[in-house]
């Protein structure tokens, strides 16, 4: 069974930093693109970051410069460095990997459960 499980979400004051990770487990075949999305309450889901496996990576305006993805120290994990946030960056955080399953043979988008992230004023 493959899944994806975020880590690192919090509370902090406005101006600081926070690093969320996200690792997936089970039987993978590959990984080829790594994502970080956020919902806030009554908000559709965005798009925060995309990380393709040759390093190309996308920010959506209103992070860029701010937050940071990267493939993370382990095999099949991504972070998401966040600095100097903002209120309006508070959200659950999801993870999304576009990953291939040994058990079906099949790429597909999954998902993790989420973490929230809450910045103060």
Do not use: H
């Amino acid at each position: 069974q493959v899944q994806l499980v975020e880590s690192g979400g919090g509370s902090v004051q406005a101006g600081e930093s926070l690093s969320l990770s996200c690792a997936a487990s089970g039987s993978i075949f590959g990984v080829n693109m790594r994502c970080w999305y956020r919902q806030a309450p009554g908000k559709e889901r965005e798009l925060v970051a995309r990380l393709w496996n040759e390093g190309k990576t996308y920010y959506r305006s209103s992070v860029k410069d701010r937050f940071t993805i990267a493939a993370g120290d382990a095999a099949n994990t991504v972070t998401l460095q966040m600095n100097r946030l903002t209120p309006e960056d508070t959200a659950v955080y999801y993870c999304n990997f576009f990953m291939k399953s040994r058990e079906f043979d099949t790429w597909n988008d999954y998902w993790g459960q989420g973490t929230q992230v809450t910045v103060t004023s």
